[in-house]
């Protein structure tokens, strides 16, 4: 698979209609065909929304100006189309979708879903609006007390919904795990991977070897991938970082739960304070992490093992931030994630 815009095609061979962006007709074909849209609502307007790495997410504005999302998870990670990616993957986010209707306290800050056409894998969501994502939170450390404090809230209600003995199987979603697991907890830490991380940041390819060779690491993060493949009864979102998290005019909303499964209710928030830490975000933050995940009993020590595990790739994998960060920044970072790793009993501080 190559990094070119596939043609758009209502299944010529069979298959599925792979949606091609840069094909406005394309579009309006395929929503029109599947009476999503009128005739009469075209022409549309299509635009990219977000710069999300897995997924096809354009806004689509119609002839009336109403707007929605329209998602496609394709066979590949969008912004490495060379990387396979599960084909269901919208299915399992429609799923998670539902299944949290029975929780409006997490329901309410999640979009709306309008339509879900399981033969061409394509959501249709309520259009947020443009404010945008917290990513730029890696340059200005702006997530406040309230917002995080709202992140954790978020997660202890999620915690609370119950998945029908019925509905379980999906929620394995042991596919996207499998995904999760190779660039979360092997691929950083392979030799010879192929990665040129010199050529993000000078240095950067030592501070990671010095990681790759370091046993008691490298064992510990091992044992850590293994608990994040077990299954567990709690829901959880899977990928709760700032890209994550949109600001909407009445507040935080969360999106793309297609990593979601039921395993480890600590895995959300590790990877939540991981995040917070790779940000210029002061302790405070930390401090309500830390506050929450002992109200919930949750195990500390996993906690900041994951924490640790998350700063490590997205430093050293394949899923890079935007970071402006010199190798010195990135070096201190790396080593937190070793304490946090090796010496989890620590906690963040």
Known sequence: MDSQEPSGRAGRDGGPWLLNASDRADIERYLVSRGILGAD?????????????????????????????????????????????????????????????????????M??????????????????????DFTSSYDD???TNATVAALLDWLQQLSQVTVPGDGRSVFANRAMRALNHEHMFVFPLRDSNGLELDGITAGLAGEA???????????????????????????????????SWLKAADGLRVIDPEFCFLGDPEFDCGILAAHLMMAPCGPDVLELVVASVTERHLDRSRVAAYAGVEIMRRLIGVAQLPLSYDIDRKRSLLRLSRRLVVEPDRGFQ
Request: net charge positive; aromatic share 8%.
């Open 209 to 243: 070897r010095s990681l790759a060779t370091d046993r008691a690491y490298t064992d510990a993060v091992a044992v850590l991938g293994l608990g994040y493949l077990r299954d567990g009864v709690t829901l959880v979102h899977g990928d709760y970082f700032p890209g």
């Open 41 to 109: 609502a075209t022409p549309i307007a299509v635009a990219r929304a977000g710069a999300g790495n897995m997924n096809l997410a354009l806004r689509v504005t119609t002839r009336d100006g109403r707007s929605f999302i329209l998602k496609q998870g394709r066979p590949w990670v969008e912004k490495y189309a060379h990387i396979p990616a599960p084909f269901e993957r919208t299915i399992v986010e429609a799923a998670f979708y539902a299944a949290v209707q029975s929780r409006p306290a997490v329901a309410r800050r």
């Open 111 to 132: 979009p709306s879903v309008f339509h879900v056409d399981a033969d061409n894998h394509v959501l249709l969501l309520e259009d947020i609006g443009s404010a945008g």
């Open 141 to 143: 450390g702006a997530v």
